[in-house]
Nanobody, 115 residues
Framework: QVQLVESGGGLVQPGGSLRLSCAAS????????MGWYRQAPGKQRELVAH???????MYDYSVKGRFTISRDNTKNTVYLEMNNLKPEDTAVYFC?????????WGQGTQVTVSS
């Protein structure tokens, strides 16, 4: 079992920055591919970025160059640094942990980009 707790969401003006954190507990964090997903009102949940156990990263084209995903295996934490935020980034952001045999989700944290 893996428990995931996100933090760091909030209200920010366009062009601003936020850093989301996802703390994991309960299993061997370093084995999991960690990802950030988001879901805007009336839309499907979509992948924002992920980072493999080996540290390889992938980004959705809409956030590439603005967002950075990273992980600290000593702290069992994955981060999403979000810069130059746009109103269309407004969504609930979810942390995800995935291995070959199981998958877990956090409860989500709201990010609102508005002036």
């Amino acid at each position: 079992q893996v428990q995931l707790v996100e933090s760091g969401g909030g209200l920010v003006q366009p062009g601003g920055s936020l850093r989301l954190s996802c703390a994991a507990s309960g299993s061997i964090f370093s084995r999991y591919r960690m990802g950030w997903y988001r879901q805007a009102p009336g839309k499907q949940r979509e992948l924002v970025a992920h980072i493999t156990a080996g540290g390889s990263t992938m980004y959705d084209y809409s956030v590439k160059g603005r967002f950075t995903i990273s992980r600290d295996n000593t702290k069992n934490t994955v981060y999403l640094e979000m810069n130059n935020l746009k109103p269309e980034d407004t969504a609930v952001y979810f942390c995800n942990a995935r291995s070959f045999v199981d998958e877990y989700w956090g409860q989500g944290t709201q990010v609102t980009v508005s002036s």
